[in-house]
């Protein structure tokens, strides 16, 4: 592969740019579907500079970054449109969220069935299984189906 265009990968993420001798090599992105994009200068496949853009627009930033840290734990919709009215949560960053299969969470890429220990994304393309800690993960912290989040243990 030589000159300008696009690579699909078999887990849907894209790549869209400048190719050499099969590898990427000048301006490019990685195009993770409904998950933002990584856009970078690359040589000989290695990015040597660039910058994640998640979906909703936001772009990461390495220092100062201050969306969703230990003191501000908001969305990037909250610190740009406000808080909605008390009583109206926000669980995701989407609004309406995502509805959960029943039995599944929400586990930020996609839904987690503990039963099969799979991972599918948003529109139920299989990610991967998980292993024990990303399991026991999940169930400590994702919104899990039937309304009620996943039941939080305090940190040790």
């Not at 869209?16 to 856009?39: I, K, T």
């Not at 501000?72 to 949560?89: A, L, M, V």
């Not at 609004?95 to 529109?123: H, L, Q, S, W």
């Amino acid at each position: 592969m030589e000159g300008h265009g696009w690579y699909e990968l078999p887990t849907g993420t894209r790549y869209r740019g400048a190719l050499r001798d099969g590898v990427f090599h000048g301006e490019g992105e990685l195009l993770f579907p409904g998950r933002g994009a990584y856009r970078a200068r690359w040589h000989r496949g290695v990015p040597t500079q660039g910058k994640f853009i998640f979906a909703d627009g936001l772009e990461y930033e390495e220092r100062d970054w201050h969306y969703c840290d230990g003191y501000d734990r908001r969305f990037y919709t909250e610190i740009c449109s406000g808080f909605k009215p008390p009583g109206i949560p926000q669980l995701t960053n989407l609004d309406p969220p995502k509805t959960i299969p029943e039995g599944c969470y929400d586990c930020g890429d996609g839904f987690y069935n503990p039963e099969t220990r799979a991972v599918v994304d948003y529109k139920f393309r299989f990610l991967r299984n998980a292993d024990d800690d990303e399991h026991e993960w999940i169930l400590r912290t994702c919104r899990k189906a039937e309304g009620g989040g996943a039941e939080r243990k305090p940190k040790p």
